[in-house]
């Protein structure tokens, strides 16, 4: 299983940008799927999950309102879309897979590598 983030750069304050995360594996629909941050000194922080279908999204304190998850599972891909975005957003974005739907990164077997976003002020 790989996992390969990918859409990360820099940005203005105020404004969007899309993450894309491509699965190389053959039962991607079988796995939820989570978006995942880290910034410098800081914890790995949940941002957004979505279920196996793409029925069901659910999303982290800092991304409600503002980021959209997003899932085609015929493309092995999954999307986070970014507005309004401030500094504080500033961060590495892991993509992750999971067999159980969850906002704890321990339920996350595959990782992929990060993608970094720079949100200048």
């Known amino acids: 299983v790989q996992l390969q983030a990918s859409g990360g750069g820099l940005v203005q304050a105020g404004g969007s940008r899309t993450l894309s995360c491509a699965a190389f594996?053959?039962?991607?629909?079988?796995?939820?799927m989570g978006w995942f941050r880290q910034a410098p000194a800081k914890e790995r922080e949940f941002v957004a999950g979505?279920?196996?279908?793409?029925?069901?999204?659910y999303y982290g304190d800092s991304a409600k309102g503002r980021f959209t998850i997003s899932r085609d599972n015929a493309k092995n891909t999954v999307y986070l879309q970014m507005h309004s975005l401030n500094p504080e957003d500033t961060a590495d974005y892991y993509c992750?897979?999971?067999?159980?739907?969850?906002?704890?990164?321990?339920?996350?077997?595959?990782w992929g590598q990060g993608t970094l976003v720079t949100v200048s002020s």
């Open positions: 979505i279920s196996r279908s793409g029925d069901t999204t």
């Open positions: 594996m053959r039962t991607f629909k079988k796995y939820n």
């Open positions: 992750a897979a999971s067999m159980t739907p969850g906002r704890r990164s321990e339920l996350y077997g595959y």
